[in-house]
């Protein structure tokens, strides 16, 4: 992809990548042939390290997208206890020079101090103020500003306060996450502030997404009220497509699990279960036919209408980008006054 000069931001000279755009790490969806796709195409192409299973395989994973691609990419690490593979996962990442982590729960201290040490970008996923300031405080390199409409675990701040809120306190980069699936969402995000955007819905309908066409086609129908928020995955709220399966598990807990989950010495514990068990079934809506149809989305699945290549998105987003910049009323204005 061409370099945009209007696209130039403090993002892409971080990270030296053509367009201010991350490919989202999505859990049991992205692989390598989504990152190689996206890197290569200019973007900077990301999975989440617990989908490459058994732990082992990560190394085979960052080894090959070393082989098809020499442009910069991340793994998403998941920092707490929940995640009882993370010292693993960090040290192949430490081991292999990832360019970048993209850091999410828990304290990113550990992380960020090793991944410095061998020149490792670390953007830190942050939903309220108290996460971005311990994310600055030891040392991250940039926010990912994880806003509401975002799919699997969001956050609940709009993005038109939680983006020049950040830019306002924190001097470090902000990438915009959530609600962006085009380029006018692109063009809004850096108006706000914002360094460059996270997207995720958006490349489930590509061509290289591993996911059942259903899953797809699912996103493609979706309106806007079609996208709910469920506790019933591990407690912490989470958006997914309001399927019929979705319908009968209905979205709340129960009074019993509520309590659970409020015990200290229980919710580890409680937590850790249900991530297992709603991670087996995410798995399984994901890539196999099956009635229990339990997919993770975006509120922007209700602007995507086509399954179409990552490069040939992200070539369209830049594009679309242009379109709307060169046709607001202020860019008019300034061509006639220099006219």
């Not at 915009?176 to 706000?192: F, R």
């Not at 819905?201 to 709910?228: G, H, M, N, W």
């Amino acid at each position: 992809m061409t370099t945009n000069p209007s696209l130039k931001t403090r993002f892409t000279d971080d990270l030296g990548c053509d367009v201010p755009i991350i490919v989202a790490p999505m859990f049991l969806v992205s692989n390598v042939d989504m990152v190689v796709a996206a890197s290569e195409a200019g973007a900077i192409g990301s999975f989440p390290a617990l989908n490459a299973r058994p732990v082992e395989t990560l190394r085979d994973w960052l080894r090959e997208i070393k082989q098809r691609t020499r442009r910069p990419f991340a793994v998403n690490l998941i920092v707490n206890k929940s995640n009882i593979y993370y010292r693993q996962q960090l040290d192949i990442c430490m081991e292999e020079r990832v360019p970048m982590i993209i850091a999410s729960l828990g304290n990113p201290a550990e992380v960020i101090r090793r991944a410095h040490e061998v020149g490792c970008k670390v953007y830190c996923d942050v939903i309220f103020e108290e996460h971005a300031k311990k994310a600055v405080d030891c040392g991250a390199d940039g926010l990912i500003a994880v806003s509401s409409g975002a799919g699997g675990h969001g956050g609940n701040i709009s993005p038109f306060v939680w983006i020049p809120y950040l830019k306002k306190h924190y001097s470090v980069p902000i990438v915009a996450a959530g609600g962006i699936a085009d380029g006018a969402g692109l063009l809004a995000a850096l108006a706000l502030g914002a360094d460059g955007v996270s997207v995720g819905t958006r490349f489930i309908a590509s061509r290289e997404c591993p996911v059942v066409d259903d899953y797809k086609q699912a996103i493609l129908r979706a309106r806007p009220e079609d996208i709910v928020t469920t506790y019933k995955l591990d407690g912490v709220p989470a958006s997914v497509i309001r399927t019929e399966y979705v319908r009968k598990m209905g979205t709340e807990l129960n009074w019993l699990e509520r309590k659970m989950l409020k015990n200290r010495r229980l919710r580890q514990v409680v937590f850790a279960l249900r991530t297992l068990r709603s991670m087996r079934l995410l798995e399984k809506a994901a890539h196999r036919t099956t009635w229990k149809q339990l997919w993770g989305a975006g509120q922007v699945a209700s602007l995507i209408d086509d399954v179409q290549p990552i490069a040939d998105i992200l070539r369209r987003m830049v594009e679309e980008y242009e379109q709307v910049r060169n046709a607001l009323p202020a860019a008019e204005a300034v061509e006639r006054v220099a006219s």
